[in-house]
């Protein structure tokens, strides 16, 4: 399989400690590179491939044009099955017919379609900390499938063949949300920016930014990486939850109670809630958030459905199914707290862990030379207690 590309990858020749912390959160910005580049990310024939072997249903599968969804039915049919019911197919003639007339074609969450598109996104969730979830977009004529527009999330854009037009239109509201007490005015005037995303280029496009793309008679595939950033808004909900473990923010009100009364509980509340507000609050939420990761789906079979778990030999090759797992030492332990579990080995552990940590795969032989001190059959062990827990597979 080719190898992914990375967020260093990306970003250049901007590193990635700088794009953190200058470019996320701030003002668009692209990123130009080689023709080709990405080329193996999707080629057309497995794009093909996939539409021709999966029941894609509305609107995952999707055509737009001029800013508005092309019914389904248009393009698909819907065929009988033994067992299912009515699953929808691709009338091949109509579906061609349609991108031929300008239509963009919009597949979402192709992560779990493509192998090189969910490496790369294993890749970006431990360093972005985030989900990602990524979309497909491909385009022939001169129209543009949606109009201008803003999203709630912040995204990469990764153009994999030909050439598509993006139009910036400015913030009209920083750091808009999808559920939010207004919505950001429409922009008015001409674009700030006009320019051509070329094959092999990025764009990173904050939430908030208001564009419109459009293709140019040519070609044009690409993928958009899109994550949401943590907010103080979701700190506030999450510390909302962790609030009813205490018995007084489970207790009623005294809506009936002297004015004395409920001012004295209001105190009561403020004082718990300033206490649990200090100031490592926000680590301990973005902790909790990242623990509270799912796993990737990964079934691992055959070896996972024996009593072995694991294939044999040295060779064997494994990977955490987590890539935003948190590590944390105690007394003579270690501790992983991944999918919403947290899991407590033996302080002798570690090494094996912090290898495993970054989500990508490892050879046995390599984490078993990462602690001398234990020999194949303890590592091997741990290795099937985190199978058995779902947070490990074979590659």
């Not at 470019?23 to 990405?38: A, N, T």
């Not at 294993?122 to 985030?130: A, G, M, N, P, Q």
């Not at 001409?190 to 040519?218: K, M, N």
Request: glycine share 8%; with cysteine.
């Amino acid at each position: 399989m080719p190898q992914s590309p990375t967020l260093a990858d990306l970003v250049a020749p901007v590193e990635v400690s700088q794009f953190l912390s200058d470019v996320v959160g701030g003002s668009y910005r692209r990123f130009p590179g080689k023709e080709g580049r990405f080329a193996d990310l999707v080629p057309w024939a497995e794009l093909d491939r996939v539409l021709r072997q999966h029941r894609l249903e509305f609107p995952r599968l999707r055509l737009a044009r001029d800013g508005e969804p092309i019914p389904a039915h248009e393009y698909t049919e819907m065929v009988p099955t033994r067992r299912t019911g009515l699953v929808p197919r691709l009338r091949s003639g109509q579906f061609a017919e349609k991108l031929r007339a300008g239509a963009t074609l919009v597949l979402d969450s192709v992560q779990e379609m493509f192998d090189p598109v969910a490496e790369l996104a294993v890749r970006l969730e431990h360093e972005l900390r985030e989900r990602i979830q990524v979309n497909l977009y491909a385009g022939w004529g001169k129209t543009h499938g949606f109009d201008v527009h803003w999203d709630d999330h912040d995204a990469l854009i990764v153009q994999l063949s030909g050439r598509k037009r993006w139009r910036m239109h400015g913030v009209t509201r920083p750091a808009p949300l999808q559920r939010d007490v207004e919505l950001p005015p429409k922009p008015e005037g001409e674009p700030v920016e006009d320019f051509l995303l070329c094959d092999g280029d990025v764009l990173y496009l904050p939430r908030g930014q208001w564009h419109d793309v459009s293709a140019i008679g040519e070609e044009s595939l690409h993928v958009t990486i899109g994550f949401n950033r943590a907010t103080g808004v979701d700190m506030v909900s999450w510390l909302a939850d962790q609030l009813r473990s205490d018995e007084i923010f489970r207790t009623d009100l005294p809506r009936f109670a002297t004015a004395g009364q409920r001012r004295a509980h209001a105190a009561a509340l403020r004082a718990r809630i300033l206490e649990l507000a200090d100031d490592e609050v926000v680590d301990r939420f973005l902790a909790d958030r990242d623990a509270q990761a799912p796993a990737h789906p990964r079934p691992g079979l055959p070896w996972s459905a024996t009593s072995d778990l694991l294939p044999d030999g040295d060779d064997a090759v494994v990977r955490l199914l987590t890539p935003r797992a948190v590590l944390t030492r105690g007394a003579g332990t270690v501790s992983l707290a991944a999918d919403g579990k947290r899991l407590v080995f033996a302080e002798a552990a570690a090494p094996v862990l912090e290898v495993l940590a970054d989500g990508v795969s490892h050879p046995v032989s390599e984490l078993v030379a990462a602690v001398p001190s234990l020999d194949r059959a303890t590592v091997v062990a741990l290795l099937g207690e985190l199978s058995e827990q779902g947070v490990l597979a074979p590659r």
